[in-house]
């Protein structure tokens, strides 16, 4: 099992002055199985659609329209990248 709430994004509205946390148990077991499986890290970075369609370890990713579209555009070389344009992406949505 992949723990959940492995990172927070946490982003500021200048706007509005108020703060919003985006909190995404998914995410955070996209990146976890990313980090502990080498594997996982290079399909899912390869081939973005595919590694969270096939999940990890028999273990679906249930993530959103969104979270899923974002990670399949990105095209990040290593998962640090891909982490950096994601929390990027976050940000300027909030």
């Avoid at 723990?3 to 500021?12: C, E, M, N, V």
């Avoid at 996209?30 to 980090?35: I, L, N, R, T």
């Avoid at 096939?54 to 555009?73: H, M, P, R, T, W």
Wanted: glycine letters at 2%; a positive charge.
């Amino acid at each position: 099992m992949i723990a959940p709430q492995t990172f927070r994004t946490r982003t500021t509205m200048p706007m509005a002055r108020t703060s919003v946390s985006h909190n995404s148990t998914e995410l955070s077991r996209v990146f976890a199985a990313a980090v502990i499986n080498q594997q996982f890290c290079d399909a899912l970075l390869r081939n973005p659609n595919e590694a969270l369609q096939n999940g990890y370890l028999g273990e679906a990713f249930s993530l959103s329209k969104e979270e899923q579209d974002l990670i399949v555009s990105s095209r990040a070389n290593s998962l640090s990248d891909l982490a950096k344009q994601v929390n990027r992406s976050l940000s300027l949505q909030y």
